[in-house]
T-cell receptor, first 114, second 114 residues
């Protein structure tokens, strides 16, 4: 597609349930990022994939969070045993090869844990 | 470590007046610097970037940013603000060595009064 696509756009889940958030990056983009944005707040880095390199997982807040990227394209962010503090907008971004290029963002998934 | 500071949570300016949104950074190696804008209920949009070359970078919607290496700053500017510029602005940095993920600042809310 033309841009980064995220699904679902909204997700309401009960505390303790697992959720999966999906990101389809722009075709040909080798880098993929996940960020989290709480209401009106800044962007919190979660995880970064670059080509076939080992992902940078340094931003994942707990072991309940995990992400994978299959075939160097689609990525899934999984949150296990969700907690109310996990409620936020989860943003995915991708960028083409080259460090001088910025990232292109999707519209995000708004996760609400009730 | 790689970091970005946006010292102002909010900037208020009257329409027609010049605006400045401040950003300072810390990074290993040479910096790649970016500004993004987020309108209400919208995704992040790229505004401009500094890679190398001229210290004054021009971007979308009449915005520009000035790179100052000695002060490690990359302030966003516009000569004449519009009400429609009211949004959340994020500065981001990536170094050309070490960690390659984009690090974002906490964001600055720009409010332009008519």
């Amino acid at each position: 597609g033309a841009g980064v696509s995220q699904s679902p756009s909204n997700k309401v889940t009960e505390k303790g349930k697992d959720v999966e958030l999906r990101c389809d990056p722009i075709s040909g983009h080798t880098a993929l990022y996940w960020y989290r944005q709480s209401l009106g707040q800044g962007l919190e880095f979660l995880i970064y994939f670059q080509g076939n390199s080992a992902p940078d997982k340094s931003g994942l807040p707990s072991d309940r969070f995990s992400a994978e990227r299959t075939g160097g394209s689609v990525s899934t962010l999984t949150i296990q045993r969700t907690q109310q503090e996990d409620s936020a907008v989860y943003l995915c971004a991708s960028s083409p090869p080259g460090q001088s290029v910025g990232a292109f963002f999707g519209q995000g998934t708004r996760l609400t844990v009730v | 470590a790689q970091s970005v500071a946006q010292p102002e949570d909010q900037v208020n300016v009257a329409e027609g007046n010049p605006l400045t949104v401040k950003c300072t950074y810390s990074v290993s190696g040479n910096p790649y610097l970016f500004w993004y804008v987020q309108y209400p209920n919208r995704g992040l949009q790229f505004l401009l970037k500094y890679i190398t070359g001229d210290n004054l970078v021009k971007g979308s919607y009449g915005f520009e940013a000035e790179f100052n290496k000695s002060q490690t700053s990359f302030h966003l500017k516009k000569p004449s603000a519009l009400v429609s510029d009211s949004a959340l602005y994020f500065c981001a940095v990536r170094g050309d060595t070490g960690r390659r993920a984009l690090t974002f600042g906490s964001g600055t809310r720009l409010q332009v009064q008519p």
